[in-house]
């Protein structure tokens, strides 16, 4: 299939792109990778009246690191993470989730920030940065706010970005030295949709266990509730199989993290 009829805008710098989505009404939408939009727009599941494309802006493309932690700008891709060409945490763990986002030529295109607005539930960065306690940064005509991508997500490809508001953004905080990561995820072949999903996150007694594939926003467990028997009572709706699925995922992951 072709997608429905849309202009195309290509600002030149993002305080463009803020102008140009007060403008636009909620017909507009932002194009980056283009990884997950473009096949919405070919099976005509979006059909908006205006993309704006942002993925040329070096304002949205930078990467650095302080004393207090990373912030990576929207359009960074999930290729330049996995290859070492950004601030990293804690010996490289996001270079090691975003090798495993689907295949290299969709990580050449895709983007940190385009992956959070598109909030697949089975999506990598989503059950992540949950994880991290990552902050996302939105623009608009309205000026700047802030919040954690737990609260970002609200729902099954649905996010609390509001008309006119675009993502230009993401703060990750370091973690507390004594800080282990553990991710893991469950797919029928490499590259391929997650069925089951967990990353933790452990530093002495602070405890953060997201699970993720659940068909809607990640749940996030923290303190005592960050274990096996905290997911599994959490998880007592799901059938067997997809119980059984994420319990060997949380298991993974906290085994990873040290718990």
């Known amino acids: 299939m072709k997608p429905a009829p849309f ?3 290509r600002p030149a710098t993002l305080a463009d792109v803020v102008a140009t989505l007060a403008e636009g009404g909620p017909e507009v939408r932002v194009l980056a990778g283009g990884q997950s939009l473009g096949p919405m727009l070919n ?3 979006a059909q908006p009246r205006l993309l704006v494309q942002v993925n040329h802006l070096s304002e949205l493309a930078g990467a650095a690191a302080d004393k207090d932690g990373l912030t990576l700008g ?3 891709t999930h290729a330049a993470i996995a290859a070492g060409r950004t601030p990293d945490l804690m010996g490289g763990v996001l270079a090691r ?8 030529a969709v990580r050449t295109r895709g983007t940190i920030g385009g992956s959070l607005c598109h909030a ?6 989503v059950c992540t940065l949950s994880a991290l306690d990552a902050e996302v940064e939105l623009q608009s005509a309205a000026g700047v706010r802030r919040m954690t991508v737990a609260a970002f997500i609200t729902g099954a490809f649905a996010t609390a970005l509001m008309p006119g508001e675009i993502l230009t953004a993401l703060r990750i905080r370091h973690p507390l030295p004594n800080a282990v990561f553990g991710y893991a995820k469950a797919c029928r ?3 391929d949709f997650a069925h089951a999903m967990a990353a933790a996150l452990i530093a002495g007694s602070t405890r953060r266990l997201v699970v993720g594939a659940l068909g809607g926003r990640p749940l996030v467990l923290s303190g005592a509730e960050a274990s096996i028997d905290g997911a599994v009572a959490a998880l007592a709706d799901l059938d067997a199989v997809e119980r059984q699925m994420q319990r060997a995922v949380v298991r993974r992951a906290l085994a990873q993290a040290g718990a």
């Open 7 to 9: 202009d195309l805008a």
């Open 43 to 45: 099976l005509r599941v």
């Open 74 to 76: 929207a359009c960074v």
């Open 97 to 104: 989730v975003a090798v495993g986002i689907a295949y290299h």
């Open 120 to 125: 697949d539930p089975a999506a990598d960065w």
């Open 189 to 191: 072949k490499p590259g």
